[in-house]
T-cell receptor, first 114, second 114 residues
Framework: AQSVTQLGSHVSVSEGALVLLRCNYS??????LFWYVQYPNQGLQLLLK??????LVKGINGFEAEFKKSETSFHLTKPSAHMSDAAEYFC????????????FGTGTSLTVIP | GAGVSQSPRYKVAKRGQDVALRCDPI?????LFWYQQALGQGPEFLTY????????KSGLPSDRFFAERPEGSVSTLKIQRTQQEDSAVYLC????????????FGPGTRLTVT
């Protein structure tokens, strides 16, 4: 069975500081990996995805994530936090060949301190 | 362009009532997904359609939950005899090609059962 673990349900960073949100998955075969962001009262918006090409994936709003097979991780980073980055972030996996079913982590709430 | 839309955005139901939640996917998208997101949790998969065919309904929590997509576009999630534990945000997502692994989410319907 697939599972996704997001370490840290709440993360606080100062404006301009590095953002690091952690995601680990459990799967014998590397799945597709995604990061989504959710602003209050809005649907999830795709930040970036890893489907099998380069292991360092660049997304929107300056975010990027690196797939590390040996660590079964897909951590999300941004060099310099902006106030507008405050939101809920979800890591998700989709097993290959299963019809695109997603399994989400429990989310990390990012607070940006001015 | 038009994204995924859902209606109503908010629904309050008394315990025991039946509810119907609507999802309008992005035009031309083949795959459609329903998720349930409890407060403070990540979305959990409910069911998946490819065109009008319901290919996976393994996530539906009970036989009170029923989903349909009769013409391969609009979908309705119906919950019969609602219970308090059904209170959640119900998210709909669509995908152009289910094998690619990218879903576009609607804003959700927040259901409160009193």
């Amino acid at each position: 069975a697939q599972s996704v673990t997001q370490l840290g349900s709440h993360v606080s960073v100062s404006e301009g500081a590095l953002v690091l949100l952690r995601c680990n998955y459990s799967s014998s075969v590397p799945p597709y990996l995604f990061w989504y962001v959710q602003y209050p009262n809005q649907g999830l918006q795709l930040l970036l995805k890893y489907t099998s090409a380069a292991t360092l994936v660049k997304g929107i709003n300056g975010f990027e994530a690196e797939f590390k097979k040996s660590e079964t991780s897909f951590h999300l980073t941004k060099p310099s936090a902006h106030m507008s980055d405050a939101a809920e972030y979800f890591c998700a996996v989709s097993p290959r060949g299963t019809g695109n079913q997603f399994y989400f982590g429990t989310g990390t709430s990012l607070t940006v301190i001015p | 362009g038009a994204g995924v839309s859902q209606s109503p955005r908010y629904k309050v139901a008394k315990r025991g009532q039946d509810v119907a939640l609507r999802c309008d996917p992005i035009s031309g998208h083949v795959s459609l997904f329903w998720y349930q997101q409890a407060l403070g949790q990540g979305p959990e998969f409910l069911t998946y359609f490819q065109n009008e065919a319901q290919l996976d309904k393994s996530g539906l929590p009970s036989d009170r939950f029923f989903a349909e997509r009769p013409e391969g576009s609009v979908s309705t999630l119906k919950i019969q005899r609602t219970q308090q534990e059904d209170s959640a945000v119900y998210l709909c997502a669509s995908s152009l090609d289910g094998r690619v692994g990218e879903q576009y989410f609607g804003p959700g319907t927040r259901l409160t059962v009193t």
